[in-house]
């Protein structure tokens, strides 16, 4: 395995730099590795190391004949360089590492600034070696202005100038860069305005922490015309309008976007950014709602939380001008959308009558069943999962809601009935002010005390009411916890939200993962995904049973995942955060 030697100070760097001082002004995409050294050490002191090592496949990978010789190349590396491997990256990348794309030409190139110019001259005798050790390639070197350029592969070239490891798919942009480094008066990207406005509201990395910054010149692939698919006025269909129309709005006008992730030893936090003016919007103010109007509301906080899920977001206006919005296509499948669910909804018009009788915020949670004294128990045992929104007219919603929830109910007992499906049984219940409507599925007389019963008894769909609240959830006891749920707080969440406080970026939109729920569901279904493993996999069951199990085991090293959309009068931010066990669950 890779052993983590004792960590040494890298030699300090020469005067601080800036890649993108060397770089053509053409540059459309850069991204820049602060602290790559730290980051290594981090990994390879993070506290759950030993839990991972200790695993059954991790094991198995030691004796892998792959990495055996990944063993053999990194003892190379270490006697070429005279030092251990994490020392020898930490000084190669102790003034940065950075990447960029030109837009001339498709190229790439990586600059790495090294601490030291004769532990350079080792890692380039390194490469030799490597290299002369592979078939011959047809790619030849050459000398620019001083400086030696020599093949690494077929189309890689690499250059050694003075301290500084240059990586290059294109000879031109090799030279510019070189250009720029004998000759300081060049036009560079670090004169860029554009790019100059887009760094300044990036934060610096933390002492000791790993990070990359990374910018992209919006502007100038929208008018190259490159990546089409994230430039289209409309979308393909209702749930990319949902999820991402006013992405789409935001880029066909935003000069730039920014994005910084963070390692740290809990985690990594990532932050995507983009200018946004009100005046983009349209036609899709749907998506982002007035200045005006209220942040999204709180994640929903339920016991044994999987996710939750809550936005902003005007459905009816959205499917009223679905023309201006959505493809052709997407608006011939919605026509005939409309006419079925108008019939269904006795003639009410769903986008205006339907849809237009709620507010604005949407929010959505899931939660792990407990079946542990659950009669009949179903043998694949899924998560309850429910919507929750506020009417605009209680009194009104109820009365029609109720009836085309009972009519449902109905008309599922009767295709179920040809089906052979068990049925449902209605029934009503008050707890306080709130009236729940549910429907359970009654079980066959020989199958009361099943334990083995078919998936349909994961769920017991209820209709609940409170107050102006709708609640739409899967099983009835996820309906109870949040009908007498207490009044959440203005911001109830104890996780970390990477967005909060920031520019005060008003929420458009939060989603939220539970990984020990997550385990804990697939856990309990551990002997169907064995035996669905076998069956797609043509897997022994030793062999299905020990992936499954590594699968559960990969899970419990994370304790959750958060993504944020905020938006500002002068900003789109969109945050997400993977936060990790700091040690081993069970």
């Known amino acids: 395995m890779l052993v983590a030697p004792t960590a040494m100070a890298a030699e300090p760097a020469k005067p601080s730099w800036q890649a993108a001082e060397l770089l053509p002004e053409t540059v459309i995409a850069y991204a820049e590795l602060s602290n ?39 003892a190379a590396f270490e006697g070429a360089m005279d030092m251990p491997w994490n020392e020898a990256l930490a000084t190669l990348s102790a003034g ?55 093949p690494l592969g077929d189309k890689l070239k690499v250059a050694f100038v003075d301290d500084l490891l240059l990586i290059t798919n294109n000879s031109n942009l090799g030279k510019a860069i070189i250009d720029r480094y004998l000759d300081a008066d060049q036009a560079s990207l670090q004169n860029s305005d554009r790019f100059q406005l887009a760094w300044s509201t990036l934060s610096p990395a933390a002492e000791g922490q790993a990070s990359v910054s990374a910018f992209v010149d919006v502007t100038t692939v929208r008018s190259g015309g490159l990546a089409k698919g994230l430039f289209k006025e409309k979308t393909e269909n209702p749930l990319e309008e949902l999820l991402l129309g006013g992405l789409f709005a935001n880029l066909q006008h935003t000069p730039y976007a920014t994005a910084k992730l963070d390692l740290h030893p809990a985690g990594l936090r990532l932050r995507l950014s983009t200018p946004h003016q009100r005046d983009w919007e349209p036609p899709r103010e749907h998506f982002f709602g007035t200045a005006e109007r209220p942040p999204a509301p709180p994640l929903l906080l339920v016991d044994d939380r999987l996710f939750a899920v809550t936005t902003q977001r005007d459905l009816s206006q959205m499917w009223l001008r679905a023309g201006d919005l959505m493809t052709d296509k997407a608006n011939d499948g919605l026509a005939q959308a409309d006419t079925q669910l108008t019939t269904f909804f006795s003639g009410r018009d769903f986008g205006e009558d339907i849809l237009g009788s709620f507010q604005d915020d949407i929010q959505i949670v899931g939660k792990a069943q407990d079946f542990e004294n659950v009669l009949p128990r179903p043998a694949i045992k899924l998560p309850a999962f ?8 209680p009194a009104e919603t109820q009365t029609e809601m109720r009836r085309i929830f009972q009519s449902f ?46 998936i349909n008894f994961n769920f017991s769909p209820t209709l609940a009411f409170h107050n102006d609240r709708m609640i739409v959830a899967s099983a009835a006891g996820l309906a109870r916890e949040l009908v007498t749920a207490p009044k959440a707080p203005a911001r109830q969440e104890t996780e970390s939200n990477a967005n909060a406080n920031e520019n005060a970026s008003k929420l458009n939109t939060a989603v939220t993962l539970d990984a020990r729920t997550l385990q804990s569901v697939l856990r309990a ?12 996999e043509g897997h022994s069951q030793e062999v299905a049973e020990n992936e499954t199990d590594f699968l ?20 789109l931010q969109l945050g997400g955060e993977l936060s990790l066990q700091t040690e081993r669950t069970e």
């Open 525 to 536: 279904n551990r002997d169907q995904l064995v035996a669905q493993n076998m069956i797609e």
């Open 96 to 150: 940065g590492v950075a990447v960029a794309l030109d837009a001339q030409e498709g190229g790439v190139a990586l600059l790495a600034k090294s601490s030291s110019e004769e532990k350079l001259k080792r890692f380039r005798g390194f490469l030799t070696v490597i290299r002369n050790l592979q078939p011959k390639s047809e790619s030849r070197g050459g000398t620019y202005r001083g400086f030696n350029a020599e």
């Open 552 to 571: 559960l085991d990969v899970i419990g090293y994370f304790r959750s995942l958060r993504i944020d959309f905020s938006v500002t009068d002068d900003a």
């Open 36 to 74: 790559l050294g730290d980051g290594v050490e981090m990994l390879l002191h993070h506290p759950l190391r030993d839990s991972i090592e200790a695993l059954p496949a991790y094991q198995e990978v030691l004796k892998d004949e792959g990495f055996g010789k990944l063993q053999q190349g990194v």
């Open 386 to 393: 429910a919507i929750q929104v506020r009417m605009q007219d």
């Open 409 to 454: 109910i109905g008309f599922l007992n009767v295709v179920g009935a040809m089906e052979g499906q068990p049925q449902f049984d209605l029934d009503s219940e008050t707890i306080d002010d709130a009236k729940l409507y549910t429907a359970t599925y009654v079980p066959e007389r020989d199958a009361r005390e099943s334990v083995t019963a078919p």
